[in-house]
């Protein structure tokens, strides 16, 4: 199927302005519930002044239309296996901290599971900002949460009652701890948020396999509508492959932009591009579908 380019001419090198038109319905859907306000508000740990690093984290470009936060340098890795995630901070981080986190995974491993109104690896998941720094945080988290094979409930648990950096890690961990879709609430409740960091952990490759295709078309919709890399989606050029009703939506959205005097976001054209691929991957439409 050929799509219409013309908006292309409308592209500009600078910021973009993403504030809703009226009728957007892309832009409706991205604002949802109230609560994502309150969570947006929380600052984020890379703003603790007790975090440190031996790997400074770069900050994303400013942008007028979100919020971008500092993203820690173990993006790419945090989906590597957990033996993966445990080599490299080896690696990286100093002496002290390694003790901290071996004797954090250690502790998980002896006490799995919930105890109580909150396990002892939980407290660690609080503490591996500072000591560990935001760098490895979100690694040191997904760790803890294998180490102590947190299953679904305990997963929701940490997910609710825990910070945003503590929600993000354990989106992180869900490919390696949830072999179902039983923890796609978590996932459903991030796409919910505007919190870019939250948005990026959803989008992993528990979404890519478990989400159904209604919601995954619309979790792509949110990456461009707050400015979420589309790279950052995980197995999109499968689940994107051939998909007309994803194509269609794209449309619409650019045309919405259009009309109201706006830019296209340039990742909009790129995942258009991949739904003109041909035909759909086997299984793509199943709601629970496994990576190929």
């Not at 400074?56 to 296996?81: E, G, I, K, V, Y």
Request: net charge negative.
């Amino acid at each position: 199927m050929t799509h219409p380019r013309s908006t292309r001419a409308a592209r500009t090198d600078g910021p973009q302005d993403d504030t809703p038109a009226h009728g957007d319905t892309a832009a409706r859907d991205a604002q949802g519930a109230e609560s994502a306000a309150a969570r947006d508000a929380q600052a984020p740990e890379d703003a603790n002044p007790l975090a440190t690093t031996d790997t400074p984290s770069t900050p994303n470009t400013p942008s007028t239309h979100t919020t971008h936060t500092t993203q820690p340098t173990l993006d790419t890795a945090l989906t590597s296996s957990p033996a993966g995630l445990r080599r490299h901070l080896t690696t990286h981080l100093d002496p002290a901290a390694l003790a901290w986190l071996e004797h954090a995974l250690d502790e998980a491993a002896a006490h799995p599971g919930i105890h109580g109104p909150i396990s002892p690896w939980e407290l660690r998941l609080a503490e591996a900002g500072r000591r560990c720094g935001a760098a490895y945080a979100d690694a040191a988290r997904v760790l803890i949460l294998d180490a102590a094979r947190a299953g679904t409930d305990a997963l929701t648990r940490v997910y609710f009652q825990g910070t945003a950096d503590e929600r993000r890690a354990v989106l992180h961990a869900l490919p390696h701890l949830v072999s179902g879709p039983g923890a796609l609430p978590l996932v459903e409740d991030a796409l919910r948020t505007n919190d870019t960091r939250l948005l990026t952990a959803a989008v992993g490759p528990y979404a890519a396999r478990h989400l159904a295709p209604h919601d995954w078309r619309h979790a792509v919709l949110k990456c461009l509508f707050t400015g979420v890399p589309v790279d950052r989606v995980a197995d999109l050029p499968r689940r994107a492959r051939g998909d007309g009703e994803l194509a269609r939506m794209l449309g619409d959205y650019a045309a919405e932009r259009t009309a109201a005097g706006r830019t296209v976001p340039e990742d909009l054209y790129r995942v258009l591009d991949l739904t003109e691929s041909a035909g759909p991957a086997p299984g793509t439409d199943h709601p629970h579908g496994k990576e190929s």
